[in-house]
């Protein structure tokens, strides 16, 4: 079914809402057990075996009532960027820096009324001195940096049109972002330095949320020029755009692994009522490897530096918070990270307009579909699948 194009307007960020509608029972149980799928008519993508559990995520941000989301790990690994509405009066969101522990956070920015929001992957430099995000502090959205402790405010696009979602290059001179300053939804980068913007995708649907690959010759980003989100990877210089996901599903949210062999993203395949978190080998090849499985949205995620784990957003415990999930030491196919439990499945062929719109900067998801299934180990991120 092909998805109409998005509204262009400025949309807000919404809270993601578990499922909603009646759903056909999947049984995920016990060592080696195979998703049901149903319905002749409308197949949906098969989904590899849920053997035992190897780790549980931690939520660690539990002591936060707030929607605290977007986690980017620093480049030592010690500690993790995110966006908050902790210290926002009127909803808004500011960005926090905490431990990996979620010990000591505290505000990176401080505004009671605008929106300061980071990506999760590729936000802070790679010296760690400066963070990027996206503002409208000053009535519009753009692109700026500032210093980890709050200081060095330094604003990097000057268009009318909203800058959204910034990543840094790997050398710290360029950040890429979304923008639709040409009446269109696509990726640019800007040398920091100079101002020189250069548009990197020209196409008529939304290509959004790049992140710089960690070697810098590549960036990642989703588009949904098939008809649904896709994972898209291309040369830094716009060339060689490339489908690396090419499936039914909603996948969204990508950022790389730390050596540039893989892209973790959220997505709903398999047929999930709400999305998880899967890993995918940069050049397309291989099944997609599920991390978490859990009945509540699962999103945003990044690796850690060292590569032995996965921070992401969840609603699981009622609100947005940040959990971490660490990768096993071992790998076999269908190596599930997170046990499964007893969840629905979505009926084939409902899909709504909330799940098309998907999420969009002033966003977090509203996501009415996800697909599920877990695998992965750390063997598995230092090798191919």
Not at 63 to 72: F, G, L, R, V
Not at 140 to 168: H, L
Not at 230 to 236: G, K, Q, S, T
């Amino acid at each position: 079914m092909t998805i109409p194009m998005l509204n262009k307007s400025k949309p807000k960020r919404i809270k993601p809402r578990s499922s909603r509608r009646v759903h056909i029972i999947a049984a995920a149980i016990a060592i080696c057990c195979v998703v049901c799928q149903c319905g002749k008519d409308n197949p949906v993508t098969p989904q590899p075996p849920q053997p035992p559990s190897q780790a549980q995520p931690v939520n660690i941000t539990s002591d936060s009532s707030h929607d605290d989301q977007n986690p980017a790990f620093s480049p030592d690994g010690q500690f993790i960027l995110f966006s908050s509405k902790r210290n926002g009066s009127s909803g808004n969101l500011n960005l926090w820096v905490m431990t990996v522990t979620g010990a000591g956070a505290s505000a990176v920015t401080n505004s009671s009324d605008s929106d300061n929001v980071n990506m999760p992957g590729s936000s802070w430099s790679k010296s760690g001195n400066r963070i990027c995000f996206s503002s409208d502090r000053n009535g519009n959205d753009e692109i700026w940096t500032v210093m980890p402790d709050g200081t060095g405010f330094k604003r990097i696009t000057f268009d009318d049109a909203p800058d959204w979602e910034p990543t840094f290059s790997p050398d710290g001179n360029w950040i890429v972002f979304q923008s639709n300053r040409d009446n269109n939804w696509d990726i640019y980068k800007i040398n920091i330095n100079t101002g020189n913007t250069i548009r990197l995708t020209n196409n008529a649907a939304d290509d959004w949320e790049p992140n710089w690959s960690p070697v810098g010759n590549r960036i990642v980003f989703q588009s949904n020029r098939t008809g649904n989100w896709d994972i898209f990877v291309m040369n830094a210089d716009g060339t060689g755009q490339q489908n690396i996901t090419g499936n039914p599903a909603e996948d969204t949210d990508p950022s790389w692994s730390p050596d540039g062999s893989k892209i973790v993203y959220s997505s709903n395949y398999g047929g999930l009522a709400e999305a998880d978190i899967f890993v995918v080998t940069s050049d397309g090849g291989g099944t997609p490897i599920q991390i978490t499985n859990n009945p509540a949205y699962d999103g945003a995620p990044s690796f850690s530096p060292d590569g032995k784990s996965i921070a992401f957003e969840s609603n699981r415990s009622g609100n947005l918070d940040i959990w971490i999930v660490e990768i096993s030491t071992s790998f076999s196919n269908g190596v599930s990270i997170e046990k499964a439990p007893v969840r629905k499945k979505t009926k084939p062929g409902l899909k709504d307009d909330r799940r098309k719109l998907k999420k969009k900067w002033r966003h977090l998801k509203d996501r009415e579909t996800s697909y599920s299934t877990p695998t992965s180990l750390f063997n598995y991120f230092h090798s191919s699948f």
